[in-house]
């Protein structure tokens, strides 16, 4: 409904209307994800209608020109198609679609991508596409969807028993998560990329090193403000099976 009623307004209103997302774009395809979520909590989702709506924001992005904007609605359209409707094909070929009408690659595509690939198993692919991301966006951009994508890439280097790899996507972990806003999930993200240094050291057959990292994950574990929190739980039962 809002697409709809900006559609009749003229450019600079919805030039104004967008203003305020300029400092931080990268909530504009958060703010997106908002509509697939609610739709996936529904009995019966309506995937079709959801598709064609992110296809009219795609259309209304490219009109105005907010690449965030469309690089969000293909986002929202290519994990729709890969997680809810199983072809994973049909999401490759929407973020093409969506680096044609930008006319340059985005981050919020490319991580769309790689964890496209991911789920098929594509592990260099997936890690090529994430390390782009990583190098070439600004700290304060895509926070939480590398936080995520740094899990990833430890588990698919875990596949070649790739143990520098892991430590640095693990060290990489940690440094990023200082600048989460939600100091609940940054102490979590520490917790978690602490216990997979720990992990790596003790694979590499560095006990020493190892035990370290496991003092300081259990530290920051035991000092942990909010121990009932679900993810917490799920945090330590890893850790449990680490050690």
């Known amino acids: 409904y809002l697409f709809e009623a900006l559609n009749q307004e003229s450019a600079e209103v919805v030039r104004q209307s967008f203003s305020g997302f300029e400092k931080l774009p990268d909530m504009l395809p958060l703010l997106l994800d908002r509509v697939w979520v609610a739709e996936a909590s529904k009995e019966a989702p309506d995937w079709a209608a959801c598709l064609v709506l992110f296809s009219k924001i795609i259309g209304f992005a490219t009109e105005h020109k ?21 072809n994973s094909d049909s999401a490759l070929e929407i973020g093409v679609a969506a680096r044609e009408k930008l006319g340059e690659a985005h981050p919020v595509i490319d991580l769309a991508e790689a964890t496209v690939r991911y789920h098929r198993a594509e ?9 782009r991301v990583d190098h070439t966006t600004p700290e304060a951009l895509l926070t939480l969807e590398r936080i995520y994508g740094l899990r990833r890439a430890i588990i698919a280097c875990s596949r070649t028993q790739s143990w520098e790899e892991i430590l640095r996507y693990a060290e990489r972990g940690i440094e990023l998560a200082k600048s989460l806003c939600d100091r609940n999930f940054a102490d979590i993200a520490a917790i978690a990329f602490s216990t997979e240094k720990a992990w790596a050291k003790h694979e590499k057959g560095d006990r020493v ?6 003092e300081t994950a259990l530290k920051l574990a035991e000092s942990f403000s909010e121990q009932s929190q679900p993810l917490f739980h799920a945090l330590r039962l890893r850790l449990g099976a680490a050690l």
């Open 209 to 214: 090193a190892a035990s370290e990292h496991f």
């Open 123 to 131: 592990y260099p692919e997936f890690l090529t596409l994430f390390n």
């Open 66 to 86: 907010f690449a965030w904007l469309l690089a969000g609605a293909a986002r929202a359209k290519m994990v729709i198609s890969d997680e809810y409707l199983n």
